[in-house]
């Protein structure tokens, strides 16, 4: 072999390996064009990409390469023999009879090279799609010999696949960085979480925010458990988002929403063939959330016989993709949250014990809406705004009279049923002002979850006017934790002026609970 054989060997292995690389497409133009450069000399290399029925210049590079070369355009039609070379896919070098029984030199009119000089085009082909052409032009009248025009080919379908591979890689950043975007979107929407949280006039609810907070910083495993309802999807994205972890994937599963005989491919991908309809490769769960971090909503849900696999992929960090033997790694925080009373299931042997211990090294409960009703007013406004663009309604507002219809609701759904309550009202409300007569709650049911005091519990028609009324008043007070003034005070929410509620309280010989601040 010759040194430059050896020169291109040499070269073909390097961009090979660039073909991988982060590099820009222009960079890959420059080495690949650069490393050609000592096979087959040339005092002009051209990279030409189709575009449409055009040859567009998108890179040229030696000595003739000029501001002229860098803006030129072809049109296949004009040139039946370049168009042939595509057809062929076979490299071709020209002789000084060609040009001139042809279709002329692609560089009529740009540059002045002498009658009969050394020029050669090679196909730039990746399977079925032509993505362009490579020319080769010397000032020499000396054909370029068949051995460099066969290497030039080999040269130029390597080069084709590098710009393909470096093509995908922009599409998948652009999608990337889309979906990045897209993400830290729909995190602050559900998250605006974050913010209730910390300035929840709960205190049992800002005690869960301050041990989020601290667990945040950690690798720590964390479950969440509480009510259908309560949040803890947006508690997990708010953890996420205060995590080292907050720049990489936040991916969520609900194990309770996919087939038993579906899970395990959902959770760590499947090869082709693996079963019936596995077309092709798929990553699961665990790979799409590498470097971030894997929510598993309603994991008392899961499968008594994918618990091994789960425990093995949280202890080892490592797993088989369903049909696969090759074992395969993922750094991945992992959080998971039930409603399940898994003291129950391990009891009934359906939630493995080993399992157990490794999800609930920092367990969280969140609490009720029931018990936090002094955030309603916070709340409903973050639940506003996350509905804006589904419903196209700004500026929505509840009335204070809306207000206290909604404090004194159960709320079996939660948040859940919260956002559906004020999302159906919005869609009906006339105004933006939602007033009881469009909050459309259901009725109170038997065995509600809602502790009720002894005469909320007595039939309506033994309670006296003035007992429902200072019922209503003492739950008021407990939702705003014995606020008074403001604007997410009692008297604002009963709409009536602080002295008269406070004239009321008097009457009713109804004291007033402590405040309770952020």
């Not at 040139?79 to 040009?99: C, G, I, K, V, Y």
């Not at 990337?176 to 205190?203: F, N």
């Not at 005690?207 to 910083?217: L, N």
């Amino acid at each position: 072999m010759t040194t430059a054989g050896l020169d291109l060997t040499s070269d073909l292995r390097e961009l090979a390996a660039f073909a991988g690389d982060d590099a820009a497409l222009e960079d890959l133009f420059r080495r690949g064009l650069d490393g050609l450069a000592r096979v087959a000399p040339y005092d002009l290399a051209t990279v030409f990409l189709l575009e449409g029925g055009r040859l567009v210049a998108r890179a040229a590079r030696g000595p003739l390469a000029d501001a002229r070369v860098k803006s030129h355009s072809l049109s296949l039609a004009d040139f039946p023999s370049l168009r042939e070379a595509l057809e062929t896919r076979r490299a071709r070098a020209f002789t000084e009879n060609d040009h001139s029984h042809g279709d002329g030199d692609p560089f009529d009119g740009v540059l002045d090279l002498p009658h009969g000089h050394s020029c050669m085009v090679a196909p730039l082909y990746v399977g079925d799609r032509a993505l362009g052409l490579l020319t080769l032009d010397r000032a020499v009248c000396e054909p370029y010999a068949k051995p460099v025009v066969d290497l030039v080919e080999v040269y130029a379908q390597l080069l084709a696949t590098a710009i393909r591979s470096a093509e995908q890689r922009t599409a998948m950043a652009r999608l990337h960085d889309q979906d990045h975007e897209h993400a830290k979107l729909l995190e602050e929407q559900l998250g605006g979480a974050a913010d209730v949280l910390e300035t929840s006039q709960s205190p049992a609810m800002r005690e869960v925010a301050r041990r989020a907070r601290q667990v945040a910083e950690t690798d720590t495993p964390v479950l969440l458990l509480g009510e259908t309802g309560t949040g803890k999807e947006r508690l997990a994205r708010a953890i996420h988002g205060w995590s080292r972890r907050a720049e990489q994937p936040f991916v969520a599963i609900n194990c309770a929403a996919i087939p038993g005989g579906l899970l395990e491919s959902e959770l760590f991908g499947h090869l082709k063939g693996a079963f019936t309809g596995a077309t092709r490769d798929r990553p699961g769960r665990f790979q799409m959330a590498n470097g971030g971090t894997l929510f598993l909503d309603e994991i008392g849900e899961l499968p008594i016989d994918l618990q091994p696999k789960l425990l093995r992929a949280l202890q080892e960090g490592r797993f088989e993709p369903v049909g696969g033997d090759r074992t395969v790694k993922a750094d991945v925080r992992i959080l998971s949250a039930t409603h399940v009373d898994l003291d129950r299931a391990l009891r009934e042997r359906r939630f493995r014990e080993d399992l157990y211990y490794r999800l609930s090294v920092f367990p969280l409960r969140l609490p009720p809406l029931r018990e936090r009703l002094a955030d309603l007013p916070r709340l409903v406004e973050a639940l506003f705004a996350e509905q804006t663009r589904r419903t196209g309604r700004r500026g929505m507002k509840v009335t204070a009279e809306g207000l206290a219809k909604l404090a004194a609701h159960a709320w079996p759904g939660n948040l859940r049923e919260l956002g559906n309550v004020l999302e159906r009202a919005t869609i009906l409300a006339a105004t933006n002002r939602l007033g009881p007569e469009v909050l459309d709650l259901p009725a109170a049911e038997a065995g509600a979850t809602r502790p009720r005091s002894d005469a909320a519990a007595k039939p309506f028609a033994m309670a006296t006017l003035e007992q429902v009324e200072r019922e209503h008043i003492a739950r008021v007070l407990q939702a705003t934790g014995g606020r008074v003034y403001g604007p997410h005070g009692a008297a604002r929410i009963l709409g009536v002026p602080p002295s008269t509620l406070q004239s009321r309280m008097k009457k009713l010989d109804l004291k007033r609970a402590p405040e309770t601040h952020a």
